[in-house]
């Protein structure tokens, strides 16, 4: 695809249960990020992945959200045991490496999530 | 209590004009910047970008300046259009790392 793709678009689940959420990046960008944004707000930063690299997981905001990319390619972020807090928009991006000029950042459009 | 997060400053102005949208960023390490536009229910969108060892950068219709004394970012649109309301980003890269910091946003809306 062109794009950031990210599946599902939206999601609405019960509290407490474990919810994935899928980015398949622009082919052969290195750098993923995952973003969280609640409604009216800015965007927080959860990871980055870049290339082989250990991930910065600095900005998950619990144990119950982690991240996996496979091959270097899509990557899965998963939240366990939900909680209403968690509803917002996740946003992933890539780009072809390091955030530099020149690197442009891409993101997807989201997925809605909504814990009920 | 309200959230402040809710009420994003808002930019109203007529279509035609110009807009100005300021950002005010948090380190001084910092060394690369980027404005992005989002639109309603849709993913950021990467307007313009400017390293930290330049003072202004221009695009199609829209400028970016950096001012590092008093850490200021703006992000000017001429002739504003319609189609350029929404919220505004301004992100910022700490020289260190890698990660991108964003502002809370403010909101466009041109009148026409």
């Known amino acids: 695809g062109a794009g950031v793709s990210q599946s599902p678009s939206n999601k609405v689940t019960e509290k407490g249960k474990d919810v994935e959420l899928r980015c398949d990046p622009i082919s052969g960008h290195t750098a993923l990020y995952w973003y969280r944004q609640s409604l009216g707000q800015g965007l927080e930063f959860l990871i980055y992945f870049q290339g082989n690299s250990a991930p910065d997981k600095s900005g998950l905001p619990s144990d119950r959200f982690s991240a996996e990319r496979t091959g270097g390619s899509v990557s899965t972020l998963t939240i366990q045991r939900t909680q209403q807090e968690d509803s917002a928009v996740y946003l992933c991006?890539?780009?072809?490496?390091?955030?530099?000029?020149?690197?442009?950042?891409?993101f997807g459009e989201g997925s809605w999530l909504t814990v009920v | 209590g309200e959230s402040v997060g809710l009420h994003l400053p808002t930019l109203s102005v007529q279509e035609g004009d110009n807009s100005i949208i300021n950002c005010a960023y948090s380190?001084?390490?910092?060394?690369?910047f980027i404005w992005y536009k989002q639109e309603s229910g849709k993913g950021p969108q990467f307007i313009i970008d400017i390293r930290s060892n330049m003072d202004k950068r221009q695009g199609q219709r829209v400028t970016v300046l950096l001012n590092k004394t008093v850490k200021h970012l703006s992000l000017q649109i001429a002739a504003t259009q319609p189609g350029d309301s929404a919220v505004y980003f301004c992100a910022e890269k700490k020289s260190s790392g890698d990660k991108l910091t964003f502002g809370t946003g403010t909101r466009l809306a041109v009148r026409p």
């Open positions: 380190n001084s390490a910092s060394d690369y």
């Open positions: 991006a890539s780009s072809l490496g390091k955030p530099v000029s020149g690197n442009t950042i891409y």
